[in-house]
């Protein structure tokens, strides 16, 4: 099967809160239908008592009928093939396993306890993210 590939490009995505980063590194490349997203998130203060959520590339928008849940509010039990893993300053990590459709141009990513995100983001603490997310508009071939 032949695919619609891209080669890896940069992006700046917006976060949903001001979370205190002191750098992100974010890329993405397509493959058929999908945009595939992989990131990096440094804390440089505290977070915030609210859920990590990041933007795709500007002009993207989620397919719905390839998400798996319903996507009405907020997408609450919405999955996005993904995964993430959190490591905290003190050298633990913690990983996430649920990445889910936060509104049609926003992933967010919830730890496995269930917890928000940001409550737990601290000085130093840093972020890995995949993502492989279905836009709307593209095709498999």
Same mark, same amino acid.
């Given at each position: 099967m032949s695919?619609?590939?891209t080669?890896p490009?940069t992006?700046?995505p917006?976060f949903?809160?001001?979370l205190?980063?002191?750098?992100?590194?974010f890329?993405?490349y397509?493959?058929g239908q999908f945009?595939?997203i992989e990131?990096?998130?440094?804390w440089?203060?505290a977070?915030?008592?609210?859920?990590?959520?990041?933007g795709?590339?500007?002009?993207?928008v989620?397919?719905?009928?390839?998400?798996?849940g319903?996507?009405s509010?907020?997408? =609450?039990t /919405?999955s996005?093939? #993904?995964w993430? &893993?959190?490591?905290?300053n003190?050298?633990? !990590?913690?990983?996430v396993?649920?990445?889910h459709? =936060?509104s /049609?141009?926003?992933? #967010?990513?919830? &730890?496995?306890?269930?917890?928000w995100?940001? !409550?737990?983001?601290?000085?130093?603490d840093?972020?890995?993210?995949?993502?492989?997310?279905?836009?709307q508009?593209w095709t498999?071939?």
């Amino acid at each position: 099967m032949s695919y619609t590939t891209t080669m890896p490009a940069t992006f700046t995505p917006s976060f949903s809160t001001s979370l205190n980063l002191s750098s992100s590194s974010f890329m993405w490349y397509r493959r058929g239908q999908f945009c595939y997203i992989e990131g990096q998130v440094f804390w440089g203060g505290a977070g915030t008592a609210s859920e990590f959520r990041f933007g795709l590339p500007s002009t993207f928008v989620i397919d719905p009928n390839y998400v798996c849940g319903s996507t009405s509010q907020g997408g =609450a039990t /919405a999955s996005i093939f #993904g995964w993430c &893993e959190w490591w905290k300053n003190t050298g633990t !990590s913690h990983q996430v396993i649920w990445t889910h459709y =936060a509104s /049609a141009t926003m992933i #967010g990513m919830w &730890e496995t306890t269930g917890q928000w995100w940001g !409550s737990f983001a601290a000085n130093t603490d840093s972020l890995n993210l995949y993502a492989k997310v279905p836009i709307q508009g593209w095709t498999g071939g």
